[in-house]
Each structure stands twice: as structure tokens, then as C-alpha cells.
């Protein structure tokens, strides 16, 4: 699996119709296109952002012969964008637009622009199983899943998440919790729209995990937009697997950029359900 980083690359080329600032960069949004329609119009997109903080990702649909491509960019350059889509992939499909606070949080920064180049798994560390290529639907199991789980706060969702770990898959609840307290305290993981992605390198993990949590009751979590969290996907990741650690956030983004993703997890009464909307999302 290529990096985060790799895929994830603002275009460079300026044009004179496009060379005004911008400042409100807060709209993602995702094309589905066929494969040859791809390289054109991800070349022509990078020459009209004109050298501002675009960023563009271009990623295989798994079992097609079509290609899905991300883009992150300011709400006044969007019509220009679908226009630019329309002409050079007309079989193209826009899906719905989710708007990024104007002011991310941590969280948005990690799954946008990774401060560092990730190191390479298995070379950090060559005697253990790398995770890298995996999704979350591949770490998400019906064991995985939290529905109605009844928390009042952050702290006590970490503890419970702690116990439930320790109970379910052997982990220390003190590592756990740690984990997710330390990476938290950095700046909180609500991305807003009611999704967060708390997430931590845990001591004693030795390949990532995923959990989805759905809580009782909307559980304030200091997103950006203010609004409460309604779902939550909780990742686990060793200490060493960076590159691991950032791919999974963009799948995470990937997935809950989606309203229409986001509108049928909500309709999920049980865990077998929400497993296999994930999966069916990723095969899409």
C-alpha cells in the first residue's frame, strides 16, 4: 500500500485564471470515474488549483475497472471542479460533499497532512506482521462493534473501551486507556458531522485494530462544528506502525465523507449489519 503521503499530493502547476487566494480550504469531496478518464482529469485538476492547498487522492475500487478520486479544496472552487469532471469523465459520479470545519482539529491534520514521512512497517519492524494493506472493514468484526454503549463523557468511554479490550481480547485496560487519553489530549478526534475517530499507538498491540462504537445517547467530544458524536470508529495500532496508523484514518475519513455512507450506518440495528455495510462499502 503506498503511503498516505504519497497519495495524498497538492498540485503544483499554477494557471492566471486561478491565482487568487484562497482561505475557506473546507470541503471534501469524492468522484467515482473510470480508469482511463482518471490521469487526465486528475492532471487537469492539479493545473487549475493554482498552486493553492489542494489535495487530490486517486485510489483503485477493488474488483472494477474503476478508480475513486478525492479531493479536498476550497467551497468556491467546487463548481469549477465538477465543470472541470463533467467535461473530461462524463460517465463520472460526484458524491455528496462534506464540509471540513474551518478550523480542523488535530484529528483533520493527521488524516490531511501527516507531519512527517511514515516509516515503512515492516522495516521498523521486519520479525512482526504489518497491517498496512488492511481496511477497516477487514479489522472490523462483529466482535468489534459497540451499540448503545452507555458513556457520559471521553474519559469514561476510554476506560470502558479499556475493559472492554481487556476482557475481550486480552490487552492491558491500562494501556488502552492511556493510549487513547495521550492521543486525545493533543486536540480532540471529532471531525464533526457526529463522527469521531479516537485513536492511539498502543503498548502491546501487534496488529491494528478496529472497533465501531455507537453511543446510547449523543456524547459531546469538542468537535470543531460542536455537534455531539454519533458514531465512532476507534483505532489501535502498535507503536511502531506509523504508516499503518495513517492509512487507516484516510480509510476512516474515506468512508464517513460519505453522507449517504453515514445515513445508512445509522440505520444499522446490529452488528452483523454495520459489518457488512463497511465491507459493501469497499467492494463498491
Known amino acids: 500500500m503506498i503511503s498516505l503521503r504519497a497519495l495524498l499530493k497538492p498540485g503544483k502547476n499554477p494557471i492566471q485564471h486561478r491565482s487568487r487566494p484562497v482561505t475557506n480550504r473546507n470541503v471534501m469531496m469524492h468522484v467515482t470515474l473510470d480508469a482511463q478518464h482518471a490521469t487526465p482529469l486528475r492532471q487537469a485538476l492539479t493545473r487549475d488549483c493554482s498552486g493553492q492547498p489542494w489535495t487530490i487522492r486517486l485510489a483503485p475500487l477493488p474488483g472494477t475497472e474503476r478508480m475513486r478520486l478525492s479531493l479536498y479544496l476550497p ?28 478550523t480542523p482539529t488535530d484529528a483533520w491534520r493527521d488524516l490531511m497532512n501527516p507531519a512527517s514521512p511514515p516509516v515503512t512497517d515492516t522495516t521498523a519492524q521486519p520479525g512482526k506482521l504489518a497491517a498496512r494493506k488492511d481496511s477497516i472493514a477487514q479489522l472490523l468484526s462483529q466482535d468489534h462493534v459497540l451499540l448503545g454503549l452507555e458513556v457520559d463523557n471521553r474519559e469514561s468511554l476510554f476506560v470502558q473501551l479499556g475493559d472492554f479490550c481487556e476482557q475481550r481480547f486480552g490487552l492491558s485496560a491500562a494501556a488502552v486507556t492511556a493510549g487513547l487519553k495521550a492521543r486525545e489530549a493533543l486536540g480532540s478526534t471529532g471531525l464533526g458531522q457526529g463522527v469521531a475517530v479516537p485513536h492511539g499507538q498502543i503498548r502491546g498491540v501487534r496488529r491494528a485494530m478496529a472497533l465501531y462504537v455507537r453511543p446510547a445517547t449523543p456524547l459531546p467530544f469538542d468537535a470543531p462544528d460542536g455537534s455531539p458524536v454519533t458514531d465512532m470508529v476507534v483505532l489501535l495500532v502498535p507503536e511502531w506502525a506509523n504508516s499503518t496508523h495513517l492509512h487507516l484514518l484516510a480509510d476512516v475519513a474515506q468512508h464517513f465523507c ?22 459493501g462499502y469497499d467492494v463498491s
Open 75 to 102: 467551497k468556491d472552487a467546487v463548481s469549477g471542479a465538477i465543470e472541470r469532471v463533467a467535461h473530461l469523465a462524463p460517465t463520472a459520479e460526484v458524491g455528496q460533499l462534506f464540509e471540513v470545519p474551518d
Open 258 to 279: 460519505d453522507h449517504n455512507f453515514r445515513e445508512q450506518l445509522h440505520a444499522c440495528a446490529d452488528a452483523r449489519a454495520v459489518c457488512e455495510l463497511f465491507a
